[in-house]
């Protein structure tokens, strides 16, 4: 089977009245046989007769001018915002950081400021608590006594050695 061609553009030139005889000949013979062409020939004939009968509309002067700045002015803020593209992607792993930073800072024992006294303080507290378990680990009446006699639990200890 032949491939038809079928002259769209030239369609337009036809109706503008642009083409040679001979090509105004070739396309009336491809018209007769050809539904589509004649179709499209159909609407595009329609279509002009209506924007005929619209009003015309006049522009002013610097109206191309405008129209390619503002263009422009668009394409310039496009640029712009073409930076932050990647942002939306980057939330998800930003957040989580902030996250584990947040996490890490609450979690993290806080240093207090001491003073020479209250370091005394402390070892005093330890020293007392160091006493009582050592007391708590006396199983013995002797152990007890030899305890409370000589003041600590490693003298005793060196004792039993």
């Known amino acids: 089977m032949k491939s038809i061609f079928h002259p769209r553009k030239k369609i337009s030139l036809y109706l503008d009245q642009r083409l040679s005889p001979e090509e105004v000949q070739k396309l ?3 018209l007769s046989v050809c539904k589509s062409c004649r179709r499209l020939l159909q609407n595009m004939s329609t279509m002009r007769a209506v924007l005929r ?3 015309s509309v006049s522009v002013r002067k ?3 001018s405008r129209v390619i700045a503002g263009h422009r002015r668009q ?3 496009e640029a712009f915002w073409i930076g932050f593209e990647s942002v939306p992607r980057l939330l998800p792993q930003l957040a989580f950081v902030l ?3 947040l996490a890490l800072l609450w979690s993290w024992p806080q240093l207090e400021i001491t003073t020479p006294e209250a370091v005394d303080d402390q070892i005093a507290r330890v020293s007392v608590l160091d006493e009582r378990e050592m007391i708590s ?3 013995t009446y002797d152990e007890a006594l030899r305890f409370a006699l000589n ?3 490693e003298n005793m200890e060196g004792d039993r050695k």
């Open 28 to 30: 009336e013979e491809h």
């Open 53 to 55: 009968e619209k009003p």
């Open 62 to 64: 610097d109206f191309v």
């Open 75 to 77: 394409q310039a803020d």
């Open 99 to 101: 996250v584990v930073v």
């Open 137 to 139: 680990n006396l199983t």
């Open 151 to 153: 003041g600590t639990y």
